[in-house]
């Protein structure tokens, strides 16, 4: 129906329009601009709703106007109550418009017939644009509803007097009678330029007066003047309704001459005009805003800047777009909590710690940094917040505990996603200078938690990338190095803002993704991939019951033990954190939750069973996605190992390594799987020391090949004829780095002996060209991929014994740990039996079983 109605009227030649009512005391003049923003709150007013989208569809259509009548002032409504019985109710009439600037809300565009002046001006939408507030510029999202604000700006034409009403729903449409101004009186014109040396107008306004005096007629003089005076509502609306030319422009003289006397009269008795001025006297908000910045107890710099600025907007008439951005300004300045926190002094470090272990499991190094954070605050009052990276695989929890790290201090939490920001003024802000400038998202979350202390999460630190517009990354330079952020400056506030009390947790995945000067800012904590048993804790008492209440479920009907859930776990699972785990406890209860509503259904609940056994989990998931079995099958074959990797998101995995031997080749070596610089170099290096000591390990030209191989002690090269072709599996994935060095060097000699690798065994370590195992990284989540994974030995570096104690002492138990610091001795463990015999070796390596740790001969 309301589109119907607007493409009546936008279709319709007649001089029928649409009203747009201007509170506050606004009015537009013909040849001006008016720039308006109109707020409409959720569940606001139908006729506003509906008049916002009729002024959107006029964009399109130029010819189409709309009449922009403002309202009486409250003394004439008065004045019309008491002379008329049949006027509005006192709610109707004697409620003032909300007004902020150049802001108005769904009351004022709302208006009845009865409130708008008998004269207004027919004007064209130039520009129109919606946008609803985020999240981040809500105060209390829990009990604010959705406002959608509109930037609409409207030219000012001709006057129009309002003839008669036509239409109330679903906006207001009124017939007018047009007036258009022919005369250009330039003697009158004249003399208004020469008082317009006399007004104490801010000197942008002086400048832009003058360019367009020469060409402009009197009349658009009149107007103009009209608008940027001081005057009250009576005498704007008294100047619009003045259709004569003559005497509208003698009545702008006789105002213009008064103000240009009262300035004089101000001038010698020395007052001149402040913060105190006339905008701040008639705008009841205006008062309130600067009031409010008064009794704020603001640094230095900042109650600096607020006095400069209110003083200009003292000076600078409404009209002015920069009278808008100066008042957006100081509502920034007025909202920021410069001395306010809420951090209790009465710190609790017991109840913190138990806050945590409620909320998470695990995660004990997490933990005993925040609690030493509290403790230490506790005995030192003004202590800076420390700057945490919490590092680890996807969904062990690395977002949801910055949000309970907040619970357990008290304070206010708000996160910020940083994945994908490229542009600078992300972080620092927009200068004012730029249309729709706002301060960055560090300062807009200080303004929305309302402290000055509270727990930041950077999330997604690793993400942020880097283009023409700026590095995001160095601009987080500042605010993360507690020795410079306590003077971060903003480019919109553009004075410095003390985030010292403020406690920043950053997230991430990966480290190299990083910044080496950010890396260095942060305390990295890192946080590993999740047992087996921990899963199993985590799903019975936390996922579980999520699930059960996010599914409507009772608790008391639904029995899922624990062997049915480490099922779930190892069989349909195989990651570092619990995501994928959760989507599987979902599966189920949605398979619940329609047996249990076909039960009811029926009438027969009782038919109902909520017990879950293993054999009925994979009636409902289907076939295990993983099988423990599969594994060893891979190893049957001769020149097969199976390696350990450091995936790109933090997470350990199993890697299997292939080589095969192709006669009649040159002797060179095909390397694939997608393989970086520094893999393919362990590879070159692997094949080096096994041509080198092919002799010592009893390898010959020919050994291992089907004929047999040729004769003990012939010293050709055993790559003599032959290619060696070694494959790394899912090609797809990227994979580089050292620590596939002695898997390489294993899966060659098992090639060119013959032999088969034991079943469920997996190493890593880089290798060196004299034969020595170094140390790599990601120890433990390598360990926890291969118990995953079900390996029962994982053969280690010597010099990665350090990392044991990172690694649950009930993975250390079910996993044989073996550590090395030669090939050989990698080679004794790999292959059943050993590989030399005893007499031939006197190299020794330390083996872990079962928590314990001892000596064995090779």
Known sequence: MATQQSNSIINNNSNEHAVLGLGGGRVLFPGLVLRLQLQIAGGGSPRAVALMDHLARLVDHRHALVACVPSLPESDLRSDKENNTDSRSDKQTDKPAKVNGNSQSDEDLALDASRLAPFGVAARVVAFRSFTPSSAQKKNSKTQTATVSYLVALEGLYRIK?????KLDPFLVVAVTPFHDKAT??????ELANLLSQLQLPPQAITQLRKTISDAPAPLLADLLASMIDLSTEEKIEILGSVDVTDRVERVVELVVRQVQLEAIKKELGETTSGDGADSDTDPELSSLKAKLESLQMPEDASKATKRELARLARMPAQMPEHQIIRNYLEWMSEMPWNFGTGSDDIDVDKARLRLDADHFGMEGVKKRVLEYLAVGKLKKDLKGPILCLM????VGKTSLGKSIANALGRKFHRISLGGVRDEA???GHRRTYIGALPGLIIQAMKKCGANDPVILLDEIDKVTRDSRGDPASALLEVLDPEQNSTFTDHYLNVPFDLSKVLFIATANDSETISAPLMDRMEVIQIHGYTFPEKLQIAASYLLPKQLKTHGLEPSLITIPDASLLKIATDYTRESGVRALEREIASVCRHLAVSYAQAQERHALDAFSGFVSPLRVQEILGAPKFVEEAIGEGLAAPGVVMGLAWTSDGAGG???????????????LVLTGKLGDVIKESAQIGVSWVRANAARLGLFFGSGGDDGGNVVGDKRDIMEGIDVHIHFPAGATPKDGPSAGITIVTALVSLFSGRSVKSLVAMTGEISLRGKVHAVGGIKEKVLAAHRGGIKRVILPAQNKKDVDE???????????CFVSKIDEVLELAFDGGF???????????????????????
């Open 807 to 817: 690694i649950p002492s009930d993975v250390q138990k079910s996993i044989e740990l």
């Open 162 to 166: 309002i003839e008669s009403v036509k």
């Open 654 to 668: 199993l890697l299997f390594i292939e080589a095969m031997r192709i006669r009649g080749g040159k002797g060179s």
């Open 392 to 395: 680890g695989p996807p969904g």
């Open 185 to 190: 009186l330039k003697s009158t014109g004249l």
């Open 836 to 858: 030399f015999s005893v007499e031939d070796s006197v190299s020794s390596h330390q083996l872990i079983s079962g928590g314990g740790v001892f000596e064995a001969k090779l």
């Open 426 to 428: 992300e972080i620092r």
